[in-house]
């Protein structure tokens, strides 16, 4: 039984999260699949409806009343996201589909401009898929050279060899700043620090960290910083890229049409200023309104209270976790990973884990997670994994303990 106090005061919390209030198979539902996607609270899901109820428009185009409302108040949202994560100002803040849709954007933008034979980029083996397959493509197009930093058997980056990996060739490094398999939180200044000295720009996939902790580009001094409205309380389909000014304004656009032009005439075209020169068509209006909820939301509970907060679940889900028999959990300590932990059980599938947690009303992902390389890594082909947020408490990871000592029953693994 969890003894300690909580950061957060979970019981007001949930009010806002009606969705949590609900039984699944006959047990009250845990959700513990928020690596995957949070859910979202009522402020959000209400600034969603107001906008179709009220002012629904296009941005950035006719002089009504309607247009210009719905105009400001994405524009303030963006505000509020780039504020969130202390970028210099709005022209650094790029919204996109998601994580995934940013990293591409510099992807193609960024890297078919300035990659050339000879020239390398250093990934690392914890990447996220969406943090490696457009990179390994971009090297095949581009004819330079992909490398990544190998990660150790307690799932930290082998900083060891970070001096030999990172020379003069490498032209950018890009990494996660938490991962979404083993957990581990990156010393990202120091990463950044490391690829700046020998001249490569840094790009941060921050998925799994700004939903968690508090963010400060500037801080880092990163030059490119990827993440997604969805897995931060704001709907889906609306995600964000950060980048330096002065490198975004060099950039040549990724997707080209309406809205990201200045001037197009039947032969020739010039560019929209940042950060609409990377918004070409009709945005997610509605998900960015709502992430401006969200980020509202984020700040007055507070990033570091919510770190806090799912630092203490996590160490106390893992101490339940290792009473577990046969349960191995892949990752550094508690102390050292953000809220997630990913584990097999010995005569377990991990497909068979998760159906019978849901069985439960226990919610937890199973597979890959995308990551296949971290699993290459440990030999296995998946794990369960169990990711907690600000609204989940420590009984809920005894339901999680309790659900897995009933599978082992189930299995016969204890006869
Ligand atoms: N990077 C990391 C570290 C991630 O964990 C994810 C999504 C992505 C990038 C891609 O984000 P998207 O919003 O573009 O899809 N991770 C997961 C996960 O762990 N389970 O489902 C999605």
Redesign the pocket.
Known sequence: MFKGELPLNVEEIRKDFPVLDQEVNGHPLVYLDN???SQRPLQVVQAVEDFYEKYNANVHRGIHKLSEESSEVYENARTKVAKFINARSDRELIYTR????S?NLVAYSWGMENLKPGDEVLVTEM??H??LVPWQLICQRTGATYKYVPIDDTGHLRMDLLDDLLTEKTKLFAF?A????VGTINPVKELVKAAHEVGALALV?G??AAPHMKIDVQDWDCDFF?F?G??MLGPTGI?FLYGKEEILDAMPPFLTGGDMIREVHIDSATWNDLPWKFEAGTPNIAGAIGMGAAVDYLQKIGMDRIHAHEQVLIKYAMERLSEVPGLTMYGPPAEERGGLVAFTVEGLHPHDIASILDAYGVAV?AGH???QPVHDHFGIPATARASFYLYNTPEEADALVNALLEARKIFRLDE
């Open positions: 690596a995957a996607t998601n994580s995934t849709e990293i990447e996220h969406a943090n996660t938490a991962s979404n398999t996939d998925a799994q990827a997604s969805h897995k995600g992902r997670h995308c990551a």
